[in-house]
């Protein structure tokens, strides 16, 4: 018998619609700088048809705001300090930093087609998708 997926919120389809990553509880602490506590937030990924669950690797950091987009996960993290932009590709399983951010937190980010676009010191800020152009902007 398969069980479904547990509660989740925020969550981004994988391409094919057989994953999901997501947040399994929503967390308001990463809006408290360098917050380490028990509710730290983290990026899980089911698999849909038989509910397996994988954990984008982090060391006490909050992780939020995932989009799926090819085969890398995209998420907003403050695991360097300020809230940055951060890739988990889901082949090689490694996280990877996309964006410096020495300036100020990321307070948003979404996806859309060839590019994620953040929200940093009121203004927005478009970073492409594509790996060829990934370390230009």
């Not at 090689?92 to 590019?115: C, F, R």
Request: neutral net charge; contains cysteine; proline residues 7%.
């Amino acid at each position: 018998m398969a069980l479904s997926p547990p509660s989740a919120i925020y969550g981004s389809l994988s391409p094919d619609g057989k994953r999901i990553a997501y947040l399994p509880f929503a967390s308001q602490y990463y809006w408290w700088k360098r917050y380490r506590g028990g509710a730290t937030s983290r990026i899980w990924i089911a698999d849909l048809p038989d509910c397996r669950i994988e954990k984008i690797p982090r060391d006490n950091s909050n992780d939020f705001n995932p989009m799926w987009i090819d085969d890398r996960i995209y998420f907003l993290s403050d695991r360097d300090g300020l809230i940055s932009l951060f890739a988990y590709d889901v082949a090689t399983k490694k996280v990877s930093k996309v964006i410096d951010n020495p300036e100020s937190d990321i307070l948003s980010a979404s996806a859309g087609p060839g590019a994620i676009v953040c929200e940093r010191f009121g203004s927005l800020h478009l970073y492409p998708t594509f790996r060829s152009f990934e370390g230009v902007v």
